[in-house]
């Protein structure tokens, strides 16, 4: 293409001269309008402007003060501000991105992760963790009682085992079906102690030791004009271990688990125990009863009265 005719660009020194013109005439505004209002005016102001870049030591071309007087007309090199509007006010927001980029990004990665971790990880694990609870509520709990139960039924010597099971295994099915998890649960442990009483071997004796009594007597609060006789026993399992076991105080009314407690006798059997304990020192007679796997019970081999201490 041609470029034959075209008008060369100015140059860049005169265009930053022309700029200092009109940046003069603007720090002179007074000067600037006042001459301006009549353009017969011109020359007068162009003379002044050329005897002020004098003074500066500056030589302008009058061609050049001539094209900034006529900008500072058209108002070139002149900055006007855009309106306000929604262009605007998001062109600031991208020029002044470097700002509020950063805290913006970091508050949107964090909110990012804290949905993933919700969403992602933390609402699923609460509804695995619902189900879980759900399944073992509706079918593995009432299993368990299933299990426990036939265990019961088979290991048992005595009906009232397999009666107290079958209650306790209808109570439970019936609460975990009403959605009572407690109530369910406490029906697999009452299960398991019986299961537990049935399956305990172990034999009732006379303590007989230097440091501890082996009987002893009281008067009741309840009729002082009564005695009660005591002995005092333990319980050793098939190995000689003693064991710790739950008993009933009857004078306070509640349940201890000790390895030692007092059993009421009657005075007959009180004597006979102390009598062979005087006579050398040690009670050949000593066991009292015995408690046999599938049982819920001591057979005792001496009558009993059916009370105990668990402190005295």
């Known amino acids: 293409m041609s470029i034959v005719g075209a ?7 005169e265009v930053m001269l022309a700029m200092d013109v009109v940046d003069t005439l603007r720090h002179r505004q007074d000067l600037a309008v006042r001459e301006l209002e009549g353009v017969t005016r011109e020359q007068q102001l162009i003379d002044k402007l050329r005897e002020i870049y004098r003074h ?9 003060l001539k094209e900034g007087v006529a900008a500072l007309a058209e108002s070139r090199f002149v900055y006007d501000p855009p309106k306000p509007g929604l ?11 470097k700002s509020w980029g950063k805290p913006l990004g970091a508050l949107l990665v964090a909110i990012l992760v804290v949905a993933i971790g919700y969403f992602g990880a933390w609402r699923p694990y609460q509804s695995s963790q619902a189900e879980q609870a759900r399944v073992e509520l509706s079918e593995g709990l009432p299993a368990q009682m299933d299990v426990l139960y036939q265990t019961i039924f088979e290991e048992t010597k005595v009906q009232q085992a397999v009666m107290d099971a079958e209650a306790l295994r209808t109570r439970g099915k019936t609460m975990a079906a009403e959605g009572d998890r407690a109530g369910a649960e406490d029906a697999v442990a009452r299960l398991t102690a019986l299961r537990d009483l049935l399956r305990q071997q172990y034999t009732l004796r006379v303590v007989n030791r230097p440091d501890q009594q082996s009987g002893f007597w009281t008067f009741p609060e309840s009729n002082t004009a009564a005695t009660n006789y005591y002995i005092v026993v333990e319980a050793l399992d ?21 390895p030692v407690w007092a059993l009421r006798v009657p005075e007959a059997v ?43």
């Not at 008008?7 to 020194?13: I, R, Y």
């Not at 500066?56 to 050049?64: L, T």
């Not at 262009?87 to 991105?97: D, I, N, P």
């Open 87 to 97: 262009g605007t006010t998001l062109a600031r927001l991208y020029v002044s991105r």
């Open 238 to 258: 098939v190995d000689g271990k003693a064991l710790s076991l739950p008993v009933l105080n009857e004078e306070t009314g509640t349940t201890e688990t000790v």
């Open 7 to 13: 008008t060369a660009p100015a140059p860049l020194d």
């Open 270 to 312: 009180y004597n006979a125990v102390a009598a062979d304990k005087r006579d050398n020192g040690i009670i050949e007679a000593n066991e009292v009863g015995r408690k046999s796997d599938g049982f819920m019970q001591v057979e005792y081999n001496v009558p009993v009265l059916g009370g105990a201490l668990t402190r005295w």
């Open 56 to 64: 500066q030591g500056i030589e302008v071309p009058d061609h050049i």
